[in-house]
């Protein structure tokens, strides 16, 4: 059962534009929910990262917006830019056992 | 890639072989994972460690093992029970202690079984 679904699979902006994915979870008893970036034939970095007790935090052009009630939380990436081509993956988990559960994935490309 | 390290990159088996997979990390975390990724299924857990000689078993691990015996090395063998093993197999590791979450990925090994 996926716990967490992450939205769209793919996304093409050009550059300059606004990047928004989407990640919806189940389980309310998740309290941390990083962003994870990947690029080919890497591991996954960690981007930002939010906890439930705020509803927004912003890092340089990334921001999170999270959304307790709907249990839906996204990542914006503002003037997206070429270098930010890559997969990103949404995340959450439960205390500090910090099993993290991965949705998708999603693969951006920004067209220059 | 944050102190982690494994090998090697590609790594090619026939079927019915046994192999392992290294993963080494010099950053004194407590804890250690294994991850399978494969295209448009994310990141998902085989096994874990939270401290030296014991780890439990994540969401798909059939077909794999791990031993935990030095706080610093997570090795990861593939057996031949594993049904479809080819895929990108990732490492990390992570603080317990503290209030960071942030689990710290190595490059990757790509499996390729023929």
């Known amino acids: 059962q996926q716990q967490v679904k992450q939205s769209p699979q793919s996304l093409i902006v050009q550059k300059g534009g606004i990047s928004i994915i989407n990640c919806a979870y189940e389980?309310?008893?998740?309290?941390?929910f990083p962003w994870y970036q990947q690029f080919p034939g890497k591991g996954p970095a960690l981007l930002i990262a939010?906890?439930?007790?705020?509803s927004e935090k912003k890092e340089g052009r990334f921001t999170i917006s999270f959304n307790k009630s709907a249990k839906q939380f996204s990542l914006h990436i503002m003037d997206s830019q070429p270098g930010d081509s890559a997969t990103y993956f949404c995340?959450?988990?439960?205390?500090?056992?910090?099993?993290?559960?991965f949705g998708g994935g999603t693969r951006l490309m920004v067209k220059p | 890639d944050g102190g982690i390290t494994q090998s090697p990159k590609y790594l090619f088996r026939k079927e019915g072989q046994n192999v392992t997979l290294s993963c080494e990390q010099n950053?004194?975390?407590?804890?250690m994972y294994w991850y399978r990724q494969d295209p448009g299924q994310g990141l998902r857990l085989i096994y874990y460690?939270?401290?030296?000689?014991?780890?439990q078993k994540g969401d798909i691990a059939e077909g794999y093992s791990v031993s935990r015996e030095k706080k610093e090395s997570f090795p990861l063998t593939v057996t031949s029970a594993q049904k479809n093993p080819t895929a990108f197999y990732l490492c990390?590791?992570?603080?317990?202690?503290?209030?960071?979450?942030?689990?710290?990925f190595g490059p990757g090994t790509r499996l390729t079984v023929t």
């Open positions: 995340a959450a988990s439960i205390g500090a056992d910090n099993m993290l559960t």
């Open positions: 990390a590791s992570s603080p317990l202690a503290g209030s960071s979450y942030e689990q710290y």
């Open positions: 950053l004194n975390h407590d804890a």
């Open positions: 389980n309310t008893a998740f309290d941390y």
């Open positions: 939010i906890r439930p007790d705020v």
């Open positions: 460690s939270q401290i030296v000689n014991d780890f």
